[in-house]
């Protein structure tokens, strides 16, 4: 089975993802964020296009059930509740039974563009889930019918990122030792290989990783080191959100 990464939506041909399970990562900040909001009992995340779609749709779902979370230029948008650090979503108080609607200037537009490229849930993975999200895109393509396992970095502004181009690494080593468990041959792409490569070169190292990379630096500038610490903590949790085209829930797991 094909496993591949595309390391930036803008790397995104039409076509590529149909038929294929895929995982969307956004290590820095927005998966992380996600995965993070779920398990503190948020009841859905809705990834949104822009801020106007997110206000719009929170005032229809009602405010006092809903938030509205994301950044731009990495800060708190004016008006939102919320802004991109997966710490404020820590916070059972605050998100518990909440709809968050979900503006982010990479990750969400890439979740958005996932689903309408492969036309099925799309999972959603980060360092603190990528075992968990791993197994379950392995589990869902045990019975060998899928087209292949892609996953999709979210990047930054069309670019490759480091940090999601390490987590995409780690889970194509999971999906590779997973396929070959329920007998299928993995048959890598050559951005899989490289991803691969660097994670197993960089094993042990994400904080670093995060850390040296270009919005790790970014984000560093701004006062949200904490952020980087928890988005690199490998498999915190045992969860896996996925996206159902209309709004992001928990297939399973803890807090
Ligand atoms: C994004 O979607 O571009 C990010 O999650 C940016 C951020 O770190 O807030």
């Known amino acids: 089975m094909r496993v591949d990464v595309i390391v930036s939506p803008a790397f995104l041909e039409g076509g590529e993802l149909e038929g294929s399970l895929c995982a969307v990562v956004d290590v820095l900040r ?6 993070t909001a779920l398990t503190s009992g948020a009841a859905a995340v809705y990834p949104c296009l822009d801020v106007e779609e997110a206000k719009r749709g929170a005032a229809a779902f009602g405010r006092e059930r809903s ?6 230029r990495g800060q708190l948008i004016p008006g939102f509740d919320l802004g991109n650090s997966p710490l404020e979503y820590l916070d059972a108080d605050v998100v518990d039974g909440k709809a968050i609607y979900f503006y982010t200037t990479n990750g969400t537009g890439a979740v958005r563009r996932a689903y309408a490229e492969c036309d099925r849930s799309v999972y959603i993975a980060a360092l603190i889930n990528m ?11 045990s019975d060998g019918k899928a087209a292949g396992i892609v996953i999709l970095c979210s990047g930054r502004y069309g670019k490759p990122s480091a940090e999601d181009t390490f987590c995409s690494g780690l889970m194509v080593r999971m999906a590779v030792n997973g396929l070959r468990e329920f007998g299928i041959p993995p048959d890598l792409t050559d951005s899989a290989m490289v991803a691969a490569g660097f994670a197993e070169a960089n094993e042990g ?5 995060l850390a040296s990379s270009e919005h790790g630096r970014f984000l560093q500038s701004l006062g949200f080191t904490p952020d980087l610490d928890f988005a690199s903590r490998l498999d915190s949790y045992n969860a896996v959100p996925v996206f159902n085209g209309e709004r992001i829930v928990l297939l399973n797991g803890d807090s």
């Open 205 to 209: 190292k994400g904080l670093d990783i």
């Open 131 to 141: 075992s968990a999200v791993s197994s379950a895109i392995v589990g869902a393509a």
């Open 30 to 35: 927005a998966t992380s964020t996600i995965t």
């Open 67 to 72: 938030l509205l979370g994301g950044e731009e």
